[in-house]
């Protein structure tokens, strides 16, 4: 079992810059592949950034590369996306996930833990 906790979220102006964070427990954090996902209010949830076991290999949606990182600390138990040149259409809830077995990262149903999320919020 792992459990996730998101946090570093906040109210940021257009521009701007903001890292969230994620931090999981237990000794097998190195073990998952970890995804940031994000929920805007009255749309589904979409996947934002993942990274692999390692930290070698990252993936990120459309919208916000070049302007999104996704890292880890292996060491420390954390997840990292460091966000920059903020929009206001990046206002959501920021969920964090981890699988174990992840073929698609994209994908929520890849994902077996899930965090209680971090609201951001982009002012224009």
């Known amino acids: 079992q792992v459990q996730l906790v998101e946090s570093g979220g906040g109210l940021v102006q257009a521009g701007g810059s903001l890292r969230v964070s994620c931090t999981a427990s237990?000794?097998?954090?190195?073990?998952?592949?970890m995804g940031w996902f994000r929920q805007a209010p009255g749309q589904e949830r979409e996947f934002v950034a993942g990274?692999?076991?390692?930290?070698?290999?990252?993936g990120y949606t459309d919208s916000v590369k070049g302007r999104f990182t996704i890292s880890r600390d292996n060491a420390k138990n954390t997840v990292y996306l460091q966000m920059s040149s903020l929009k206001p259409e990046d206002t959501a809830v920021y969920y964090c996930?981890?699988?174990?077995?992840?073929?698609?990262?994209?994908?929520?149903?890849?994902?077996?833990?899930w965090g209680q999320g971090t609201q951001v919020t982009v002012s224009s």
């Open positions: 990274i692999s076991r390692s930290g070698i290999f990252t």
């Open positions: 996930a981890a699988g174990g077995s992840v073929a698609n990262m994209t994908q929520e149903y890849e994902y077996d833990y």
């Open positions: 237990g000794r097998t954090f190195s073990r998952y592949r």
